[in-house]
T-cell receptor, first 114, second 111 residues
Framework: GAVVSQHPSWVICKSGTSVKIECRSL??????MFWYRQFPKQSLMLMAT?????????EQGVEKDKFLINHASLTLSTLTVTSAHPEDSSFYIC??????????FGPGTRLTVL | EDQVTQSPEALRLQEGESSSLNCSYT??????LFWYRQDPGKGPEFLFT???AGEEKEKERLKATLTKKESFLHITAPKPEDSATYLC????????????FGTGTQLKVEL
């Protein structure tokens, strides 16, 4: 139980284009989903917290107009990286909260911007 | 400022050589502490949640303990498949369900 999927697992795009990443909770309903990014050899940095049916809460320093988050249902959240640039290349990971505290993570999406 | 520090940064063990990983925290108020395992190129895998000082949780060769200042992840008789990065994270009182992660300990278990 508590399985979270992400799609795609990896994506390569040209600079200036937008990329959408999907995060799904497969066997439970998640009122809250989270988006993280992770650079090589570093830990996870929270980007935003997403609650179903409401606007996402972004962490300080994360551009909300660049990283668009939609949480349309209890099992799906999407992250769109708009006008991507090489510095946006990273490993993006989502998580979903089954209970108030425990987060279950997706397998991650490797984004490379050329 | 709330801080979560893990040590060592990297650890190399021989198969069967037991050891412990440390997660120390300086936070305004701890609501819960989590241990995750992360394999290269994958998302973190949930291992344990600890809420109270003195609490212990076990799973196979892993045992997590919690005090008022730190948590330990004990690995008994590790196998090569235990090689991974182990992440500690905390949830703070009044912090909703936001996780603050430590930088991790990269464990390698050799034959």
């Amino acid at each position: 139980g508590a399985v979270v999927s992400q799609h795609p697992s990896w994506v390569i795009c040209k600079s200036g284009t937008s990329v959408k990443i999907e995060c799904r909770s497969l066997d439970f309903q998640a009122t809250t989903m989270f988006w993280y990014r992770q650079f090589p050899k570093q830990s996870l940095m929270l980007m935003a917290t997403s609650n179903e049916g409401s606007k996402a809460t972004y962490e300080q320093g994360v551009e909300k107009d660049k990283f668009l988050i939609n949480h349309a249902s209890l099992t799906l959240s999407t992250l769109t990286v708009t006008s991507a640039h090489p510095e946006d290349s990273s490993f993006y990971i989502c998580s979903a909260a089954l209970t108030t505290d425990t987060q279950y993570f997706g397998p991650g999406t490797r984004l490379t911007v050329l | 400022e709330d801080q979560v520090t893990q040590s060592p940064e990297a650890l190399r063990l021989q198969e069967g050589e037991s050891s412990s990983l440390n997660c120390s925290y300086t936070v305004s108020g701890l609501r819960g502490l989590f241990w995750y395992r992360q394999d290269p190129g994958k998302g973190p895998e949930f291992l344990f949640t600890l809420y109270s000082a003195g609490e212990e949780k076990e799973k196979e060769r892993l045992k997590a303990t919690l005090t008022k200042k730190e948590s330990f992840l004990h690995i008994t008789a590790p196998k090569p498949e235990d090689s991974a990065t182990y992440l500690c994270a905390v949830i703070l009182t009044g912090g909703g369900n936001k996780l603050t992660f430590g930088t991790g300990t990269q464990l390698k278990v050799e034959l």
